[in-house]
T-cell receptor
Framework: AQSVTQLDSQVPVFEEAPVELRCNYS??????LFWYVQYPNQGLQLLLK??????LVKGINGFEAEFNKSQTSFHLRKPSVHISDTAEYFC???????????FGKGTKLSVKP | DTGVSQDPRHKITKRGQNVTFRCDPI?????LYWYRQTLGQGPEFLTY????????KSRLLSDRFSAERPKGSFSTLEIQRTEQGDSAMYLC??????????FGQGTRLTVV
Protein backbone atom coordinates (compact mmCIF):
# COMPACT_ATOMS: atom_id res chain seq x y z
CA ALA A 1 0.00 0.00 0.00
CA GLN A 2 1.11 3.49 -0.74
CA SER A 3 1.86 5.92 2.06
CA VAL A 4 3.18 9.43 2.53
CA THR A 5 5.33 10.66 5.40
CA GLN A 6 5.80 14.31 6.18
CA LEU A 7 8.69 14.42 8.57
CA ASP A 8 7.95 17.76 10.22
CA SER A 9 4.60 18.59 11.76
CA GLN A 10 5.55 22.25 12.31
CA VAL A 11 8.17 24.47 10.69
CA PRO A 12 8.70 27.99 12.04
CA VAL A 13 10.78 30.34 9.90
CA PHE A 14 11.48 34.04 9.66
CA GLU A 15 10.22 36.10 6.77
CA GLU A 16 12.53 36.11 3.71
CA ALA A 17 14.32 32.96 4.91
CA PRO A 18 14.42 29.83 2.74
CA VAL A 19 12.30 26.85 3.68
CA GLU A 20 12.17 23.15 2.85
CA LEU A 21 9.21 20.95 3.76
CA ARG A 22 10.07 17.30 3.59
CA CYS A 23 8.00 14.50 2.09
CA ASN A 24 8.77 10.83 1.58
CA TYR A 25 6.50 8.29 -0.05
CA SER A 26 6.38 4.54 -0.35
CA UNK A 27 5.16 2.89 -3.49
CA UNK A 28 6.13 -0.07 -5.62
CA UNK A 29 4.84 1.50 -8.82
CA UNK A 30 5.19 4.74 -10.68
CA UNK A 31 3.50 7.55 -8.85
CA UNK A 32 2.09 10.97 -9.35
CA LEU A 33 3.05 13.36 -6.55
CA PHE A 34 1.41 16.54 -5.35
CA TRP A 35 1.74 19.37 -2.88
CA TYR A 36 -1.40 21.13 -1.67
CA VAL A 37 -1.72 24.17 0.60
CA GLN A 38 -4.57 24.77 3.02
CA TYR A 39 -5.18 28.19 4.51
CA PRO A 40 -7.33 28.45 7.66
CA ASN A 41 -10.96 27.57 7.01
CA GLN A 42 -10.25 26.98 3.34
CA GLY A 43 -10.15 24.00 1.05
CA LEU A 44 -7.02 22.53 -0.47
CA GLN A 45 -5.28 24.40 -3.29
CA LEU A 46 -2.83 22.68 -5.61
CA LEU A 47 0.69 24.11 -5.42
CA LEU A 48 2.39 21.80 -7.89
CA LYS A 49 2.43 18.26 -9.22
CA UNK A 50 4.88 15.75 -10.64
CA UNK A 51 3.57 13.42 -13.32
CA UNK A 52 6.65 12.64 -15.40
CA UNK A 53 9.58 14.32 -17.09
CA UNK A 54 11.76 16.88 -15.38
CA UNK A 55 12.30 16.06 -11.73
CA LEU A 56 12.28 19.74 -10.75
CA VAL A 57 8.74 21.02 -10.69
CA LYS A 58 7.81 24.65 -10.35
CA GLY A 59 4.50 25.67 -8.84
CA ILE A 60 2.55 28.72 -7.82
CA ASN A 61 3.63 31.35 -5.31
CA GLY A 62 7.34 30.71 -5.95
CA PHE A 63 7.35 27.13 -4.64
CA GLU A 64 9.20 24.28 -6.29
CA ALA A 65 9.74 20.61 -5.53
CA GLU A 66 12.19 17.97 -6.62
CA PHE A 67 11.27 14.37 -7.29
CA ASN A 68 13.98 11.97 -6.19
CA LYS A 69 13.12 8.41 -7.13
CA SER A 70 16.11 6.77 -5.44
CA GLN A 71 15.29 8.47 -2.14
CA THR A 72 11.52 8.28 -2.68
CA SER A 73 11.27 11.94 -1.75
CA PHE A 74 9.41 14.98 -3.03
CA HIS A 75 10.57 17.88 -0.88
CA LEU A 76 9.00 21.32 -1.26
CA ARG A 77 11.18 24.43 -1.25
CA LYS A 78 10.91 28.19 -1.44
CA PRO A 79 13.98 30.44 -1.44
CA SER A 80 12.33 33.33 0.41
CA VAL A 81 9.07 33.03 2.32
CA HIS A 82 6.46 35.67 3.06
CA ILE A 83 4.09 36.09 5.96
CA SER A 84 1.29 35.12 3.58
CA ASP A 85 2.84 31.66 3.14
CA THR A 86 1.73 30.76 6.66
CA ALA A 87 -0.53 27.77 6.11
CA GLU A 88 -0.61 23.98 6.30
CA TYR A 89 1.04 22.06 3.48
CA PHE A 90 0.11 18.55 2.45
CA CYS A 91 2.09 16.13 0.32
CA UNK A 92 0.06 13.51 -1.55
CA UNK A 93 0.47 10.58 -3.90
CA UNK A 94 -2.10 9.48 -6.46
CA UNK A 95 -3.36 5.96 -5.88
CA UNK A 96 -3.78 4.09 -9.13
CA UNK A 97 -6.04 4.95 -12.04
CA UNK A 98 -8.90 6.15 -9.87
CA UNK A 99 -7.02 9.32 -9.12
CA UNK A 100 -7.80 9.42 -5.42
CA UNK A 101 -5.04 10.83 -3.25
CA UNK A 102 -3.17 9.48 -0.24
CA PHE A 103 -2.13 12.41 1.94
CA GLY A 104 0.55 12.93 4.53
CA LYS A 105 -0.36 14.37 7.91
CA GLY A 106 0.62 17.87 6.90
CA THR A 107 3.26 20.42 7.87
CA LYS A 108 2.25 23.70 9.44
CA LEU A 109 4.47 26.47 8.13
CA SER A 110 4.59 29.52 10.37
CA VAL A 111 6.36 32.57 8.97
CA LYS A 112 7.36 35.14 11.56
CA PRO A 113 8.25 38.79 10.88
CA ASP B 1 -15.55 27.94 -13.50
CA THR B 2 -17.27 28.53 -10.20
CA GLY B 3 -15.24 25.96 -8.32
CA VAL B 4 -16.40 23.06 -6.18
CA SER B 5 -19.21 24.08 -3.86
CA GLN B 6 -20.12 22.35 -0.62
CA ASP B 7 -23.16 22.91 1.52
CA PRO B 8 -23.49 23.50 4.40
CA ARG B 9 -20.15 24.91 5.47
CA HIS B 10 -20.82 24.05 9.09
CA LYS B 11 -23.18 21.56 10.69
CA ILE B 12 -23.77 20.93 14.39
CA THR B 13 -25.87 17.89 15.19
CA LYS B 14 -26.80 15.82 18.18
CA ARG B 15 -25.44 12.32 18.52
CA GLY B 16 -27.72 9.81 16.87
CA GLN B 17 -29.11 12.19 14.27
CA ASN B 18 -28.66 11.72 10.52
CA VAL B 19 -26.85 14.36 8.46
CA THR B 20 -26.49 14.90 4.72
CA PHE B 21 -23.92 17.03 2.94
CA ARG B 22 -24.05 18.21 -0.63
CA CYS B 23 -21.24 18.72 -3.13
CA ASP B 24 -21.59 20.50 -6.47
CA PRO B 25 -18.52 19.75 -8.60
CA ILE B 26 -17.11 21.91 -11.36
CA UNK B 27 -19.50 21.51 -14.26
CA UNK B 28 -18.57 18.71 -16.66
CA UNK B 29 -16.08 17.19 -14.23
CA UNK B 30 -16.87 13.49 -14.42
CA UNK B 31 -14.94 12.37 -11.35
CA LEU B 32 -16.01 13.21 -7.82
CA TYR B 33 -14.29 12.28 -4.57
CA TRP B 34 -15.18 12.51 -0.89
CA TYR B 35 -12.55 12.80 1.83
CA ARG B 36 -12.64 13.18 5.60
CA GLN B 37 -10.12 15.31 7.47
CA THR B 38 -9.77 15.10 11.25
CA LEU B 39 -7.75 17.43 13.41
CA GLY B 40 -4.03 17.07 12.87
CA GLN B 41 -4.41 14.66 9.98
CA GLY B 42 -4.34 14.85 6.24
CA PRO B 43 -7.50 14.15 4.24
CA GLU B 44 -8.55 10.50 4.15
CA PHE B 45 -10.19 9.12 1.00
CA LEU B 46 -13.73 7.81 1.44
CA THR B 47 -15.34 7.18 -1.92
CA TYR B 48 -15.21 7.97 -5.63
CA UNK B 49 -17.67 8.41 -8.49
CA UNK B 50 -17.10 8.43 -12.20
CA UNK B 51 -20.21 10.05 -13.60
CA UNK B 52 -23.07 8.43 -11.68
CA UNK B 53 -21.23 5.18 -10.94
CA UNK B 54 -19.74 4.73 -7.50
CA UNK B 55 -16.56 2.86 -8.38
CA UNK B 56 -14.97 2.72 -4.96
CA LYS B 57 -16.80 2.58 -1.65
CA SER B 58 -14.80 0.13 0.39
CA ARG B 59 -13.09 3.01 2.20
CA LEU B 60 -16.32 4.37 3.64
CA LEU B 61 -15.76 4.26 7.35
CA SER B 62 -18.77 2.16 8.28
CA ASP B 63 -22.17 1.14 6.97
CA ARG B 64 -23.53 4.35 8.52
CA PHE B 65 -21.85 6.25 5.68
CA SER B 66 -23.32 6.33 2.20
CA ALA B 67 -22.92 8.52 -0.87
CA GLU B 68 -24.87 9.10 -4.04
CA ARG B 69 -24.44 10.93 -7.31
CA PRO B 70 -27.76 10.20 -8.99
CA LYS B 71 -27.40 12.15 -12.23
CA GLY B 72 -23.66 12.35 -12.44
CA SER B 73 -23.65 15.96 -11.32
CA PHE B 74 -24.00 16.85 -7.63
CA SER B 75 -23.32 14.32 -4.89
CA THR B 76 -24.55 13.79 -1.36
CA LEU B 77 -22.81 12.15 1.58
CA GLU B 78 -25.05 10.88 4.36
CA ILE B 79 -24.05 9.79 7.83
CA GLN B 80 -26.71 7.95 9.79
CA ARG B 81 -26.84 7.74 13.59
CA THR B 82 -23.96 10.16 14.02
CA GLU B 83 -21.34 9.56 16.70
CA GLN B 84 -18.94 12.01 18.31
CA GLY B 85 -16.10 10.37 16.40
CA ASP B 86 -17.71 11.51 13.17
CA SER B 87 -16.80 15.12 13.99
CA ALA B 88 -14.48 16.21 11.19
CA MET B 89 -14.16 18.24 8.02
CA TYR B 90 -15.70 16.51 5.02
CA LEU B 91 -14.10 17.53 1.72
CA CYS B 92 -15.31 17.03 -1.81
CA UNK B 93 -13.11 17.18 -4.89
CA UNK B 94 -13.75 16.88 -8.62
CA UNK B 95 -11.64 16.30 -11.70
CA UNK B 96 -11.99 15.79 -15.43
CA UNK B 97 -10.29 12.54 -16.33
CA UNK B 98 -7.05 13.99 -15.13
CA UNK B 99 -4.79 13.90 -12.15
CA UNK B 100 -5.65 17.40 -11.01
CA UNK B 101 -8.41 17.45 -8.42
CA UNK B 102 -10.10 20.67 -7.34
CA PHE B 103 -11.28 20.76 -3.74
CA GLY B 104 -14.24 22.48 -2.15
CA GLN B 105 -14.00 24.39 1.10
CA GLY B 106 -15.45 21.51 3.04
CA THR B 107 -18.27 20.93 5.49
CA ARG B 108 -17.24 20.99 9.15
CA LEU B 109 -19.35 18.57 11.18
CA THR B 110 -19.58 18.79 14.95
CA VAL B 111 -21.47 16.04 16.78
CA VAL B 112 -22.48 16.99 20.31
Amino acid sequence: AQSVTQLDSQVPVFEEAPVELRCNYSSSVSVYLFWYVQYPNQGLQLLLKYLSGSTLVKGINGFEAEFNKSQTSFHLRKPSVHISDTAEYFCAVSEGSQGNLIFGKGTKLSVKP
Amino acid sequence: DTGVSQDPRHKITKRGQNVTFRCDPISEHNRLYWYRQTLGQGPEFLTYFQNEAQLEKSRLLSDRFSAERPKGSFSTLEIQRTEQGDSAMYLCASSLESVRAFFGQGTRLTVV
